[in-house]
Nanobody, 125 residues
Framework: QVQLVESGGGLVQAGGSLRLSCAASGRTFSSYAMGWFRQAPGKEREFVVA????????YYANSMKGRFTISRDNAKNTVYLQMNSLKPEDTAVYYC??????????????????WGQGTQVTVSS
């Protein structure tokens, strides 16, 4: 069992930045690939980025490339999502997720075993 807790969301103006954190507890964190998804009101959950459990390989959704960066600190059992140049359309609840198996891109909700509760990001114009 893995528990995931996101933090770092909030209200930011367009063009600003936020860094989200996802703290994991439970089973060995380093054995999981980690991903970030987001869900805007009335829309389906959308893939943002995934990072492999080893080797540092990443896969980004096209619309996030160059603006968002995923990183992880296995010693702290934490994964981060640095978001720059934020746009109003980035407004959503952001979720981190952990996948025990599979390989990148890991862009489907169904590939993940555990989810956090989400953190709200609101970007004002």
């Amino acid at each position: 069992q893995v528990q995931l807790v996101e933090s770092g969301g909030g209200l930011v103006q367009a063009g600003g930045s936020l860094r989200l954190s996802c703290a994991a507890s439970g089973r060995t964190f380093s054995s999981y690939a980690m991903g970030w998804f987001r869900q805007a009101p009335g829309k389906e959950r959308e893939f943002v980025v995934a990072r492999s459990w080893t080797g540092g390989r990443t896969y980004y959704a096209n619309s996030m490339k160059g603006r968002f960066t995923i990183s992880r600190d296995n010693a702290k059992n934490t994964v981060y999502l640095q978001m720059n140049s934020l746009k109003p359309e980035d407004t959503a609840v952001y979720y981190c997720a952990a996948a025990l198996g599979g390989s990148l891109p890991l862009s489907s909700v169904s590939e993940y075993d555990y989810w956090g509760q989400g953190t709200q990001v609101t970007v004002s114009s």
